[in-house]
């Protein structure tokens, strides 16, 4: 059978790393606060030189790689995020320039922090129909640029940065790799909730991120418990099977809670929130590169990808390595 298959990952943050006690003092916050409320300790802020693009075409050639792939091999770039460069053309076109791939297809995907997983599904899909061959699957964020560094419920929360993976369609055994099974949701109805208050259309500026945060939380760990379940019975898959989970990374307590809830051993649980902060959508392929590198997830493990964001969209994808 056919199956997209990860085959590389790679991933890049901003040079400067920004602590929650520099945080402190530009806003009424402490690093007891953050730490004990989200789990965060720092965070990466992009200079002026640094954009979505460059973290993008950077964590992009270290996956080409990673995955041996030439850039020229690959025929659909679909890019997660929710501060493109510019309103157009789609930051997924300017990473294609980058790394010399042109001719394929190449467009932006805005989930938020969903966005990864929304780009993975719609991915895995062209690649299974045979639209392409290889793909280039990338979340990358610059969120410091529509942040409010006034509001303390939400500066203290979000970080850049960029995570890309090499898809590769391949006809594999039953048992062998690639996606399994991924669900993908949205639901417009609680848009007050977590959104941008600006934007093209309608104040003609870029806005600045506005969150009720504790409501945001309690959504998540539903809809998160809610989309797992689907997706292992999908799969056909008992939860204690996966070998790691890498979730979106917007606080360790929703880690904490979602991983009770299946059932999973923390210890199973991918980590990042604590050094990158919530990047957005390039939170789950910068964990999944991390656990990666660091030899954490083997070839042959069975890794549960999920996350959850503005719109409300959220969504997971279960995928054999
Ligand atoms: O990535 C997209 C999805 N986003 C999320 O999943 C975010 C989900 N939400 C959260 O992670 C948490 O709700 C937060 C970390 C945003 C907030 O934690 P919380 O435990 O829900 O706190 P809270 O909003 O209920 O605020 C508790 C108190 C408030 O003070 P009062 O009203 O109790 O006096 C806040 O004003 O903490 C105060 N507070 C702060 N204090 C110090 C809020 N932000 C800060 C801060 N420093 N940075």
Not at 84 to 97: E, G, L, R
Not at 156 to 167: E, N, T
Not at 277 to 296: C, I
Request: charged residues 25%; proline residues 2%.
């Amino acid at each position: 059978m056919i199956r997209a298959v990860i085959t590389g990952s790679g991933s890049a943050l901003p040079s400067n790393c920004v602590t929650n006690a520099e945080l402190a003092k530009r806003v009424d916050t402490s690093d007891e606060w953050i730490v004990e409320r989200t789990g965060i300790r720092q965070r990466y802020i992009a200079n002026e030189s640094e954009t979505t693009s460059t973290l993008a075409i950077e964590a992009s050639r270290k996956a080409l790689e990673d995955a041996g792939v030439d850039a020229s091999e690959i025929g659909l770039i679909i890019l997660a995020t929710a501060t493109p460069d510019h309103t157009f053309p789609a930051t997924a076109t300017q990473v294609q320039q980058a790394l010399g791939c042109r001719g394929g297809v190449a467009f932006d995907v805005a989930a938020v922090c969903s966005g990864f997983l929304y780009a993975l599904g719609t991915a895995d899909s062209l690649l299974r129909t045979g639209m392409a061959k290889k793909a280039l699957v990338i979340g990358a964020e610059t969120f410091s640029r529509i942040l409010d560094w006034e509001d303390r419920t939400t500066c203290v929360l979000f970080g850049d940065g960029a995570g890309a993976v090499v898809l590769e369609a391949q006809d594999v055994a039953e048992d062998g790799p690639g996606i399994l099974a991924t669900r993908l949701h949205a639901d417009g109805e609680h848009k007050e909730l977590l959104y941008v208050d600006g934007g093209p259309s309608t104040t003609g500026e870029v806005g600045k991120l506005r969150m009720k945060g504790r409501e945001v939380f309690r959504h998540a760990v539903v809809n998160l418990a809610e989309v797992l379940g689907e997706v292992l019975d999908d799969a056909g898959v008992p939860a204690e099977a996966i070998d790691w989970v890498v979730p979106h990374q917007a606080n360790q307590r929703i880690l904490d809670a979602t991983a009770r809830k299946l059932g999973l051993d923390s210890e199973k649980v991918v980590v990042t929130v604590d050094r990158h902060a919530n990047t957005s959508a390039a939170s789950v392929p910068l964990a999944f590169d991390v656990a990666r590198k660091d030899g954490r997830i083997k070839s042959g493990d069975l890794v549960m990808f999920e996350a959850m964001g503005g719109g409300f969209t959220w969504g997971a994808s279960l995928a054999r390595v």
